[in-house]
RNA sequence: GGAGAGGUGGCCGAGUCAGGUUGAAGGCGCUUCCCUGCUAAGGAAGUAAGGGUGGUAACACUCUUCGUGGGUUCAAAUCCCACCCUCUCCGCCA
């Protein structure tokens, strides 16, 4: 949610900022318009409240009954302003609540993601490689759903007989290297970050506060008549673990990260390339994320990018950054960059996380504070996420990039511990 | 799911049965100051959040908030209704 007293205080700035990313430019206006009606009719209304309050104090001294008459026409009065004041600033709230972020400065101008941009000049912990695509030989020139399945790692057909499609299942050596992945992802991040292990289905608050809801909720799973709602990704239960809660500023940065299982319904997603693990309705992931102090935010976001990055390459992963362009960004970031891991047996680019700053938009919808030492007020964080481990998207490049000659898939060193010291995933 | 008890400020806890000067006693904690070689103890003062208006600002005024939402009343933490949550006991259960 953006600051109301930004918009009162800078409309064109603000708007200007959310036409770069595609949003209409009347909205701002609209909103202005709404407010201005809010604030007129709540200050009226106060003030005929503040007289009835005067009144019945009169009233109780003096038992007037004339007093108690002209109050309580006051009084009606007001409740009728009331209810409308009510109403200008729901509308309001509501325009506002699917009003996306205002992108960072820096984030490259662009209407679509053909304009991502490669990341340049960040403060890299390890360079994305020169990509070639020669120094893939033949036999990872293979994408996986045609030697998965044989190899008995991968079982598209049965999961969608169990679940419809769009669903996938991992099996024997495959379901052992997903949830190697996952120890992997956790133990990568130990260091620093605490484990969460939170509830995957939510409220709808929850979701609402990660910027999800209203306008997305096509996008997501609910369940009782939308009282409840699976998770896309574990950043919707992170965000929402300090929501109404004023967080000490020696904490900061609260780093935490959490597996958990991703729901979505990737409506309109037919007929793009769904072939395989690549897009599926249901995977798992383990999801890093901060809440910092505002000036905290440049750093962590890095650390964060250098932390998603330095997992896949750690695994002998062939990736990339990209800076995603203002048209392309997500609703509720400020500025985000993809990591994406080079899948060689289809020659694609996979999108296995997204780095993203979302500034005190988020925190601001779930209520997140900390007292400013320097202002002594009470202040909104920022937030910060992004994927540890997109376990299916891995998964795939892993497997492509990593098999061998006789169709042996060989095991990276980090992930040998967790499973069972095994080097290998042979052909059957 | 059934029965009972309860939800008040950063925390604990009075006030609710007799509605009014109670944004809320008292305590703890915290902040500042005093005292004191240091520390502890002691003394003094201050200390909820949010919205609106005015002001560059410090701040001033005002409204809202005693789980949430409605109602009664001149006036609601206090009365009425609905809902949510927590605890205890019972039932069920991985």
Redesign the pocket.
Known sequence: MLD??LIRKEPEMVSQALVTRGENPDLIKEVLRLDEKY?GL??ES?KL??D??R???E??KTKDEAI?KK??AL?EKETQLEAEATAAKKARDDLLLATPNIPSSDCPAGESHEENAKAEGLDLEIEPLEFNKNKFAPHQQVPHFEFAEEMGILDMKRAVKIAGPMFGMFRAEGAKLANALIQYGLAYNRDLYEEIRPPSLVKTETLTATGHLPKFAEDAYSLEDGKLWAIPTGEVPLTYLMADEIIEVEKLPMRLMAYTPCYRREAGSAGQQTRGMLRVHEFDKVEILAYVAPEQAQELHMELLNRAAGLVHSLGLTHRITDICTGDLGNSSARTFDVEVYAPGEDRWLECSSVSWFTDYQARRANI?YKNPETKK?EFIHTLNGSAVAVPRVWTALVETHRQADGSIQIPEPLQKYMDSETHIKPL
Do not use: N, P
Request: charged fraction near 45%.
């Open positions: 109301i007293r604030r709540e200050s106060e409240r503040a009835v309050k009144l019945s104090k009233f109780a108690a109050s309580k009084g504070r009470t």
